[in-house]
């Protein structure tokens, strides 16, 4: 794997090397803590951090050689640049070939859309696994190789942590990489030099206009990995669109799939299509028609939002020729994904639900779930994230309060906005549509969870929506440990007390 300076200059028109162009290099790291023997350390300038500064402390750990965009930078003593026109554009290039181009080794399936794609990526592994083969993934909530659980800090990492991760997974012998693909990675191209060979679309829903500023915008950052898949420089063979044919932008997408396409739906003439669809309260039963015939699934999972996940997840082991049968015995067994309509048990005579939902669609899907089982009252608690789209704020707030009969905004990530300001945008949307339902607005989030499960009655319903697998809160100045199902469990043992 090891390049010499001068050979990664070559791939940059205009780059420069100020010291030996035969320095080995051994690594790419931009975390100056990350840095090993032979490292060139990639100076990237970010909002609030500038890399140059780290320089010092990349050396001591053994980096031989820097690579920035600055022609004015410091010149540590002791070690090579590489100085080149633009430096996130030459890591693009520079990185996927450092690492030999990894994901052309391997099969790589990519999930996009704005809810689904953490279901969808664990049910694909489940199913490529008990097919026999050994997968990587790539998401939200961790990254796996095989079992090994690795932190994750964004939903698609950046293309120097992406093309590292899968040069592992390579080398301990991964089959398959399934990974979650976001907008902001396919805008920003942090997935430079990843050959997908199944792209799937799951909806578009308004989400991070704060960052695309018009729905336009964000439909074609999906559209790009579409694009990708289709590709005409691609290596492998066997490339697959398989998109939801009931979601408005599905059409869109497929317009930019030049390759087999595969279509799923419930109300439309969709390549797959659910039928005889019953949501329980403890799973779902449907039948999914396709050409070869009729799949019948008994499902541990419930909610209709589950029904598209589990046909683009199928249609995706599908189009990887995963047998029917291995399918639907990997798909029964599948019990779910923590913080995704995840209960919380404590021998309470009520449900307390905890879910990622942190968009409108997201928010309506879980609710209406929830309201479908529900014996008697739905009590959601909800918030919006700070320094994020705050159109969406209002309208979450009418959604919890036409579809709940007790809601209490709250907290979420306030980040640097003044939680109190994030809440008055929400409980504007909450008061327009609350009609003489119950509601509240409790800035501490661990308050309004105690405030919830205080309410609940035998047989109501608890929505703790927006935050899911998430262990942490942003706040203005730190950043705390906060997990709602940990909390909601202290709840519940309080009332019942514990």
Do not use: W
Request: glycine letters at 8%; one cysteine or more; hydrophobic letters at 40%.
């Amino acid at each position: 794997m090891a390049k010499t300076l001068g050979m990664l200059a070559d791939l940059i028109e205009g780059a420069e090397v100020i010291g030996s162009r035969d320095t080995e290099i051994n690594d790419i790291e931009h975390d100056s803590r990350k840095a090993t023997p032979g490292t060139l350390f990639a100076c990237i300038v970010g909002a609030h951090v500038d890399g140059h500064e780290f320089i010092p402390q990349a050396r001591e750990k053994g980096a031989v050689a820097i690579i920035t965009d600055n022609e004015n930078a410091p010149m540590p003593a002791g070690m090579d640049v590489l100085l080149v026109p633009q430096l996130s554009e030459a890591l693009k290039v520079i990185v996927p070939y450092f690492y030999d181009y990894p994901a052309q080794k391997m099969r790589v399936i990519g999930i996009t859309g704005t809810n689904g794609k953490t279901s969808i990526s664990y049910m694909i592994r489940a199913m490529l696994r008990k097919m026999g083969f050994r997968v990587g993934l790539i998401g939200t909530i961790q990254i796996m190789i095989e079992d090994q659980v690795l932190p994750v800090h964004n939903t698609t990492p950046d293309v120097v942590e992406l093309q590292h991760t899968m040069a592992m997974m390579l080398e301990k012998n991964m089959d398959y990489v399934v990974m979650e693909v976001s907008s902001h990675a396919l805008d920003q191209n942090r997935v430079a030099g990843v050959e997908f060979d199944t792209a799937v679309f799951t909806n578009l829903t308004q989400d991070h206009l704060d960052y695309h500023k018009t729905f336009e915008n964000y439909r074609l950052a999906k559209a790009k990995l579409f694009d990708m898949v289709g590709s005409s420089q691609a290596v492998k063979n066997g490339k697959t669109a398989v998109v939801n044919l009931d979601d408005e932008a599905g059409e869109f997408m497929l317009q930019h799939a030049s390759c087999r396409q595969l279509t799923y739906g419930i109300n439309t003439d969709a390549h797959l299509k659910a039928e005889n669809i019953q949501v329980l309260a403890d799973g779902t039963k449907f039948d999914i028609r396709h050409k070869f015939g009729v799949l019948p699934l008994d499902l541990k999972i419930t909610g209709i939002f589950n029904v598209y996940n589990v046909m683009a997840a199928v249609g995706a082991a599908m189009t990887e020729g995963v047998p029917l049968p291995v399918i639907k015995a990997a798909m029964e067994e599948f019990s779910g994904v923590p913080g995704r309509f995840e209960l919380v048990r404590g021998g309470q005579d009520f449900a307390v639900i905890v879910d990622y939902a942190h968009t409108p669609d997201g928010l309506e899907n879980v609710i209406n779930t929830a309201r479908k089982i529900c014996k008697k009252r739905i009590v959601t608690v909800f918030g919006c994230g700070g320094d994020r789209d705050r159109t969406k704020r209002p309208i979450m707030g009418r959604i919890a309060a036409r579809l709940s009969d007790i809601i209490i905004a709250t907290s979420d990530n306030p980040r640097t906005e003044d939680p109190a300001f994030i809440l008055s945008q929400v409980e504007a949307g909450v008061e327009e549509a609350c009609g003489d339902k119950q509601h509240e607005a409790i800035i501490d989030r661990r308050d309004a969870i105690f405030r919830a499960v205080g309410l609940a009655k035998a047989g109501d319903i608890v929505v703790i929506a927006g935050k899911g697998h998430e262990d942490y809160q942003i706040l203005k100045d730190k950043t705390i440990h906060f997990d709602d199902k940990e909390v909601a469990m202290e709840a519940i043992k309080a009332k019942m007390g514990e």
